[in-house]
Nanobody
Framework: QVQLVESGGDLVQPGGSLRLSCAAS????????MSWYRQAPGKEREWVAR????????SYADSVKGRFTISRDNAKNTIYLQMNSLKPEDTAVYYC??????WGQGTQVTVSS
């Protein structure tokens, strides 16, 4: 069955960096777009970034453009989200999402001094 397992969330100070990972299994990973979403307390889940099956095409929400980078390693069935210059408003649970309409369980990112 399809499984998406996120990791890498942590407590980090404003201006810091984190790298999230999402390990996928149960489907032909290299055939599908993958995305990151996030949900802050009391807010709706929002799209953060998307990457094409090959990894050549990426897109970002305006709120993270220039600070976050999505990438993938199809040999490892894993996508990544490199987050730099983190702000308190980036605090959220971050979710991995497959084009097959499956979600991971989420990983908590907290940006606070």
């Amino acid at each position: 069955q399809v499984q998406l397992v996120e990791s890498g969330g942590d407590l980090v100070q404003p201006g810091g960096s984190l790298r999230l990972s999402c390990a996928a299994s149960g489907f032909t990973f290299s055939n599908y777009y993958m995305s990151w979403y996030r949900q802050a307390p009391g807010k709706e889940r929002e799209w953060v970034a998307r990457i094409s099956a090959s990894g050549r095409i990426t897109s970002y929400a305006d709120s993270v453009k220039g600070r976050f980078t999505i990438s993938r390693d199809n040999a490892k069935n894993t996508i990544y989200l490199q987050m730099n210059s983190l702000k308190p408003e980036d605090t959220a649970v971050y979710y991995c999402f497959s084009q097959l309409d499956f979600w991971g369980q989420g990983t908590q990112v907290t940006v606070s001094s």
